[in-house]
């Protein structure tokens, strides 16, 4: 019988996977999208207590959608950012990027 | 084992397989395909939790709109040399720092959750006009809520084209 705790557990390995990602790479854009997956991880607890613990009242899945939009408005913005960068920096490592020390 | 434990352990397996490829490639350009097949593999699981819409959404917007996003990024900034696009970092501290706590935030989320009693309710049907109720508390409780999520996505898009055009340009 597969449960909530199943979900919980799929959601915790990936946000695991996702700081893992987070800390471990140097690429701007590699650590852009390690935290897209700790947002999906989020989303999936979201939709699996949604399911299981309120089913009649959708309030779960109306979250995940905002998340989703937030996430979206993120990665857009970040991805610019990297790329402004890049221009002055010729490069996407974060080891590079000193332009805000002192 | 039943359908249903087959069909999650499946598809839970290629979430993860495909999550722990975005991390560990060296390749950037496979570590975003594998971001993509995450994200279908967290669709799938919406599907199996009868959230169709919302997985339907994930597709539309994760796996099409922000992973073409990403490549295209990637595109523009990546080294002539791809096998060398995606390192792991420099100091040896950090990366195993990380991994430690990767490794505590999995254990202790993992303990809490076994170690907590959840109402033990079976997953009732799933409603037939799930994007109905969607639709009445997205245009009526939180409307305010939904509208400044449309600010939001405008204001991304003008800044999105400001950061990467320059300023002085536009």
């Known amino acids: ?102 | 084992m039943n359908l249903d434990q087959l069909v999650f352990l499946a598809i839970s397996g290629f979430t993860i397989t495909a999550a722990l490829a975005v991390v560990w490639s060296r390749n950037i350009v496979r570590s975003a395909l594998a971001l993509i097949l995450t994200f279908l593999g967290v669709a799938l699981t919406f599907f199996n939790l009868g959230a169709g819409f919302l997985g339907l959404v994930q597709i539309l917007v994760y796996a099409g709109a922000v992973a073409v996003l990403i490549i295209f990024a990637i595109m523009l900034v990546m080294k002539p040399d791809p096998g060398t696009t995606n390192p792991t970092t420099p100091s040896r501290d950090t990366h195993y720092l990380g991994g430690l706590l990767a490794w505590l935030v999995v254990i202790g989320l993992g303990l809490a959750i076994g170690f907590t009693t959840w109402p033990s309710l079976p997953a009732g049907p799933v409603d037939d006009d799930a994007v109905g109720a969607l639709a009445q508390l997205l245009l009526g409780n939180y409307v305010v809520a939904f509208e400044a999520a449309a600010i939001l996505l405008l204001l991304a898009v003008v800044g999105a084209i400001i950061l990467a055009k320059g300023a002085d340009k536009i």
């Open chain 1, 1 to 102: 019988m597969i449960g909530l705790n199943h979900y919980l557990l799929l959601g915790t390995a990936l946000f695991g996977i996702g700081l893992y990602g987070v800390f471990a790479k140097r690429n701007a854009i590699a650590i852009l999208m390690s935290v897209e997956l700790m947002l999906n991880a989020v989303n999936v607890n979201f939709v699996a207590i949604n399911r299981f613990v309120q089913p009649a009242a959708s309030l779960g899945q109306l979250f995940a959608i905002f998340v989703i939009v937030v996430a979206a408005a993120e990665v857009s913005v970040g991805l610019a950012l990297i790329i402004s960068i890049y221009r002055q920096r010729r490069s996407v490592n974060l080891d590079d990027f000193n332009l805000m020390k002192w």
